[in-house]
């Protein structure tokens, strides 16, 4: 079980490190801050900000693939993930193909099933003594509770809907 464990936390927090990259150092041809700004402009009011708020989340799965703090950086991927289905790819459905969900909540679900079945044996929380007092069903349904409250309460105070073009009557 350890080593699975540790095969999970290292795929899943690798992977969305990776994501952060690409927004806050413009690593794998991610285009950095600037690009990011403008992308998270048309739906929030500070894009920059909310994009290096993101891109820190993101870049938190280091210490989730390490396995440190565990619940609390799974608790900034449930952020973005929720804030990510919430205002890019639940409108187009499950699928990854058409721009859905599928691989955000793969993510989120992946980070909380961690936290519930702690980060295991090879894990730097196990070898702290964290591990145990910090896993188990409540304090996943926790990190996945406040992990909503937080998305939810960014988007009621940065989201903005993006103008709709002017018609010409």
């Not at 150092?25 to 950095?32: I, K, L, R, S, V």
């Amino acid at each position: 079980m350890a080593y699975g464990l540790l095969l999970l936390r290292v795929v899943f927090g690798l992977t969305i490190a990776a994501h952060g990259a690409q927004k806050v150092f413009g690593w794998f041809d991610g285009g950095g801050l600037k690009r990011w700004g403008t992308i998270f402009g048309a739906n929030y009011k500070n894009g920059v900000l909310m994009a290096a708020l993101a891109g820190m989340s993101e870049l938190g799965g280091v210490a989730f693939a390490i396995g440190l703090f565990t619940p609390i950086a799974a608790l900034g991927m449930v952020v973005v993930m929720v804030t990510a289905i919430r205002v890019v790819t639940w409108k187009n459905g499950f699928f990854h193909s058409k721009g859905g969900f599928e691989f955000n909540l793969a993510l989120l679900a992946g980070a909380v099933a961690i936290v519930m079945t702690g980060p295991g044996r090879f894990s730097v929380d196990h070898a702290l003594g964290l591990d145990d007092n910090s896993s188990g069903l409540w304090w996943g349904l926790g990190v996945l509770a406040l992990g909503i409250v937080i998305s939810s309460v960014n988007h009621a105070l940065f989201f903005h809907a993006s103008e709709p073009p002017a018609s010409e009557a």
